[in-house]
């Protein structure tokens, strides 16, 4: 395997890298924010929305420069945030359906133009349909140049309004009243994350872009509860995807924007899985571990009860039938065992069950627990 | 900065109107607030409670009308206003702390682009302190209870240092703890000459906690002093007869409000 060593001396390799980190930095660092606003499919409403503006833009201007398609693509997907703000406004149509009518209609559009590009007889149409699902191997240093001081804008833009993103973000009610302009920076952040769309276009492609929007956000929440350490996570997160999506689509020629996607779901199904405290495993785990210690805790306060009523004797052995027709045999059964094995309970030779002395204080300790008003309440 | 205008209205909203298609949520609306009251708005579900404070707020545009603040329009005195919302009204599993969430309050006070500082956290922990929550500035805000979110929200109010307070339901939905730490917290407003207004459901506790009170259902049926305007004959206009029996000043027996 010498990708790596490739990575260093292979010129294509490098150029390949280097864009791919660059799109996938600013896609999750802005992505993040949109995971949070619940704009997830806003962003796939936009990237599909950016496609006629690709087409169009080269229409006009007969020029392939990465930096004329990238205006192009980001004013039609703006234009499309635009229509879908003004339809649920305007009418009484919901964002759900506006959202999907604008995805298709400017998809739609996109590829009537597309299509007619490629059937006139101009030089240089080529590669544009390349959009579509993205190709990372054509990409040049100019390319790489282009994307990284676009994507810069959106990353700076996130920098210096920090503490009104956050607040727009949690609570844009509140911010108002602080007398922030909450619509100007509503639609500020949503042209911020359209130049982290464009930005991503050529190397993953319209249809998939959204992805890198959102999957690199998602995994990212997942492992912390700060929103400094969430937007550098989902940076981090979505270079790494894109990194090692074009290199692996590079070396095994498969689509660029299939590929990369493949690895930011990758990394979404791990962080669904295994992150701590909110991770599937972690709570299923955590859920198993509570259900157990509660089952200890009802035996003991049950054997605790059969004690109180002989209070001559307490650790005289019990006929455990009652226990097991109202737990239930098996819990039961672990329990005793567990609670003898921790010297909290004994069995005796009839096959009696009692409370050790030690197990009594402790079933006394939890009883006065449980009283004490919880804290949390 | 304490205000000694004694005269003007700390709050005064004037025939405020607004409507949601064509149905009418707000008609005419009075809202005459002096200073240093505890007011409550009651009044039925769909009566337009949150709806007038929100148009007071400037968070909704009415068809008609105006609010006043000291005497000066909303716009002009923003920073002597704070906001409690519902609690419900945001996602509480936001990723950041309870302290973070308090220091928002300061942001006002920020302008654009500057950050919170150290001055601005340790305002913002004294205010935690105030609402008994010192010991959670570091909590992930999802991990909190109810009722310690609303004192949260309470808090990054405090922090505002404003001279008028407006809740929306402070009181919902909260332990008891919670619900004495917000009655003394409004108390310590009062003593300070703050005045405070909010939308409150428990007709059982409005004259234990508030000395002033609106009845509003669309239009506003009664305002004034608890003691004289907090009177069965008020209730059943506002709550179209279906209030049995509310301790009004003269009756003690029945507490039961049918919402």
Same mark, same amino acid.
């Given at each position: ?21 660059? &799109? ?11 995971? /949070? ?5 806003? *962003? ?8 006629? *503006?690709?087409? /169009?833009?080269?229409? $006009? ?9 990238? $205006?192009?693509?980001?004013?039609? *997907? ?5 229509? $879908? ?31 007619? $590009? ?9 590669? /544009? ?29 996130? &920098? ?62 997942? !492992? ?22 074009? &290199? ?31 991770? &599937? ?6 859920? !198993? ?20 009523? =002989? ?6 052995? =019990? ?28 069995? =005796?030779? *009839?096959?009696? !069950? ?5 197990? /009594? ?17 | ?41 009651? +009044? ?56 973070? %969430? ?6 006002? +006070? ?32 999802? #991990? ?5 979110? #609303? ?11 404003? #001279? ?8 919902? +939905? ?29 007709? #059982? ?15 506003? %049926? ?18 179209? +007869? ?18």
């Amino acid at each position: 395997m010498d990708v790596l060593s490739d990575l260093f001396l292979d010129y294509t390799l490098r150029t390949v890298a280097l864009g791919s980190a660059a &799109l996938g930095i600013v896609s999750g660092a802005l992505g993040a924010f949109a995971v /949070l606003r619940r704009q997830a499919l806003l *962003g796939d409403a936009m990237s599909h929305a950016a496609l006629p *503006g690709v087409a /169009l833009a080269f229409l $006009i201007t007969g020029s392939r420069a990465p930096l004329v398609l990238m $205006i192009g693509a980001a004013l039609t *997907g703006w234009l499309a945030a635009v229509a $879908i703000v003004y339809i649920v406004r305007a009418s009484r149509t919901n964002t759900d359906t506006a959202m999907a009518l604008m995805l298709s209609v400017f998809f739609g559009a996109g590829l009537v133009v597309l299509t007619f $590009i490629q059937r006139q007889p101009a030089a240089g149409k080529a590669g /544009l349909d390349k959009f579509l699902f993205g190709q990372a191997a054509a990409m040049l240093e100019s390319d790489v140049i282009t994307m990284a001081s676009v994507g810069a804008v959106g990353l700076l833009g996130v &920098l210096v309004l920090w503490k009104e993103f956050k607040l727009l973000s949690f609570d844009p009610d509140f911010a108002a009243t602080l007398g922030m302009p909450t619509r100007r920076l509503d639609m500020l952040l949503t042209s911020l994350l359209v130049i982290a769309i464009v930005v991503g276009l050529k190397t993953v492609g319209v249809v998939l872009m959204s992805a890198m929007v959102v999957a690199p956000g998602a995994a990212a929440r997942q !492992w912390t509860n700060r929103l400094g350490v969430m937007v550098t996570l989902s940076a981090l997160f979505g270079a790494a995807a894109g990194v090692l999506g074009a &290199l692996l689509s590079t070396t095994a020629q498969t689509s660029t924007g299939p590929t990369i996607v493949l690895v930011a779901t990758g990394l979404v199904v791990v962080s669904l899985l295994f992150a701590p405290t909110r991770g &599937l495993v972690w709570t299923r785990m955590h859920a !198993w571990r509570s259900q157990r210690i509660l089952a200890l805790e009802a035996v003991m306060s049950d054997l605790a009860a059969l004690a109180a009523q =002989h209070s001559s004797d307490a650790t005289r052995p =019990h006929d455990v039938a009652a226990l097991h027709a109202v737990r239930g045999r098996a819990l039961v059964d672990r329990a005793l065992s567990e609670l003898a094995a921790d010297g909290l309970a004994q069995r =005796h030779d *009839g096959g009696g !069950w009692s409370l050790t002395p030690r197990g /009594l204080a402790e079933a006394d300790r939890l009883a006065r627990l449980r009283r004490a008003p919880s804290d949390f309440l | 900065m304490r205000l000694r205008t004694s005269n003007v209205l700390a709050v005064q909203a004037t025939d405020l109107t607004l409507a949601y298609q064509q149905r009418p949520v707000l008609w005419d609306v009075d809202l005459d607030v002096p200073q240093g009251v505890l007011m409550a708005i009651v +009044g039925p579900n769909g009566a337009g409670k949150t709806t007038l404070l929100r148009t007071v707020l400037g968070l909704l545009r009415p068809a008609a009308g105006e609010v006043r603040v000291f005497g000066r329009p909303y716009a002009e005195q923003r920073r002597l206003v704070a906001y409690v919302p519902q609690r419900g009204s945001v996602d509480w599993d936001f990723p950041t702390t309870a302290l973070d %969430i308090v220091t928002m309050g300061t942001y006002s +006070g920020l302008g654009w682009v500057r950050r919170p500082g150290a001055s601005e956290r340790s305002r913002a922990t004294a205010a935690l302190a105030q609402v008994g929550m010192q010991a959670y500035a570091d909590r992930q805000i999802s #991990q909190l209870s109810g009722g310690q979110q #609303q004192r949260v929200f309470l808090a990054r109010a405090l922090v505002q240092d404003a #001279q008028v307070y407006l809740m929306d339901e402070p009181f919902q +939905g909260v332990d008891a703890t919670t619900e004495r730490a917000i009655v003394n917290l409004l108390r310590a407003l009062r003593a300070d000459g703050k005045t405070v207004v909010a939308v409150h459901h428990d007709l #059982q506790t409005v004259a234990e906690y508030f000395d002033q009170v609106t009845l509003l259902n669309v239009r506003r %049926i009664a305002a004034g002093p608890v003691g004289k305007v907090f009177t069965d004959e008020n209730l059943r206009l506002t709550y179209g +007869g279906r209030v049995a029996g509310i301790g009004g000043p003269t009756n003690g027996t029945e507490h039961e409000a049918h919402l």
